[in-house]
């Protein structure tokens, strides 16, 4: 059975910085691409960051420049390092996988920027 399971979150103060982390377990097959989507409170689920097998990466454009998608595939762990964080950057952060068998999502972390 497929696992992500994401860390990291918490309360930031504008300006701040968090990493969080996804780390997979169980069997997914092939692996397309891994990823992070947020979801703030009365909006729909968007993609923030992504990374394709073969480490092409690609970013929502309300991140660029601030937010930076990496893995560590010894570790079966993505990384999303948040700099320069924003109120509007507050939402709960879920990591997804896809892959040949399916797509699998985290439970999700919470971000909160606030001063």
């Known amino acids: 059975q497929v696992r992500l399971v994401e860390s990291g979150g918490g309360l930031v103060q504008p300006g701040g910085s968090l990493r969080l982390s996804c780390v997979r377990s169980?069997?997914?097959?092939?692996?397309?691409?891994m990823g992070w989507y947020r979801q703030a409170p009365g909006k729909e689920r968007e993609s923030v960051a992504r990374i394709t097998s073969g480490g092409t990466t690609n970013y929502a454009d309300s991140v660029k420049d601030r937010f930076t998608i990496s893995r560590d595939i010894a570790k079966n762990t993505v990384y999303l390092q948040m700099d320069s964080l924003k109120p509007e950057d507050t939402a709960v952060y879920y990591c997804?996988?896809?892959?040949?068998?399916?797509?699998?999502w985290g439970s999700g972390t919470l971000v909160t920027v606030s001063s």
């Open positions: 997804n996988l896809e892959s040949v068998r399916g797509n699998y």
């Open positions: 169980g069997w997914i097959g092939g692996l397309i691409s």
